[in-house]
């Protein structure tokens, strides 16, 4: 049974409790009411009631495989007297309604012990083991995944995508282009500075100056020669 089931089982344990109580306080006096009419008022809700039990038990027992002690000593808490409640009614005797009497008892004891059972069911449900706690997480995280994998989008959706991967995979191969060029210029620049630094300003005489003429340069490592005597 999956937690979802779980949970509408022990909301539909809740509703079945409450509408059988609300029938043992209609106002009717059942203890007059023959054992046969009796046990038709109730058995279709009595037998789903015990029915949902027996799931809940199965789930609980997945849940806390450590407490299946308790969680069977709840369940026989909770069918017992609902066992007894439908022996009583058929047995016979020369006093039927005596049985009468003696089944609602049978009854209000089930109706108590339901209610335990339902406050017990919630707190496994709030409280499984670590060991199923994860097995849970791990179990809704495939399914999460599964049902992204699964989830089906237009066409013109879909269009729009391929089209934008398109273009991010063009833009991704012009900065790549950029990249290099930018390299490649960064390089250049290098060696322009390296000739740069290969020359050096040539002194000029004051008297030789020019106004507004710029220094000659030379270049660092041109050996100067003496001039002719």
């Known amino acids: 049974m999956s937690i979802e089931d779980f949970d509408l089982n022990i909301s539909r344990f809740g509703e079945l409790l409450q509408r059988i109580t609300a029938s043992m306080a209609s106002g009717v006096i059942l203890e007059r ?3 046969s009419d009796l046990w038709n008022m109730f058995e279709a809700d009595l ?3 015990r029915d949902l039990a027996g799931h809940l ?3 609980m027992l997945f849940l806390n495989p450590e ?7 709840c369940f026989r808490a909770l069918t017992q007297p609902i066992n007894a409640f439908k022996d ?4 016979k005797s020369e006093e039927p309604l005596a049985n009468s009497r003696l089944a609602l008892e049978q009854l209000r004891k ?3 012990e339901g209610s335990d059972f339902l406050d017990f069911t919630k707190e496994m449900r709030k409280n499984p083991s670590v060991g199923i706690s994860e097995i849970l997480r791990l179990r809704e995280i495939y399914k999460a995944k599964e049902y992204v994998s699964s989830v ?6 879909y269009a729009r995508f391929a089209g934008l991967r398109r273009n991010l995979e063009s833009l991704k191969l012009r900065v790549s282009d950029l990249e290099q060029a930018i390299g490649e210029l960064g ?3 290098e060696n322009v500075q390296e000739e740069i630094a290969r020359f050096r300003p040539v002194a000029v005489e004051p008297s030789a100056e020019k106004e507004g003429s710029e220094p000659s340069l030379v270049v660092k490592d041109r050996k100067e020669t003496s001039p002719p005597s």
């Open 67 to 73: 407490k299946v002690p308790t969680i069977e000593k």
């Open 47 to 49: 037998t789903v009631l």
């Open 57 to 59: 038990k199965e789930t």
């Open 110 to 112: 089930a109706l108590v």
């Open 33 to 35: 009411v023959p054992p």
């Open 152 to 157: 089906s989008i237009p066409e013109t959706v």
């Open 187 to 189: 390089k250049s620049i």
């Open 88 to 91: 009583i009614l058929f047995q």
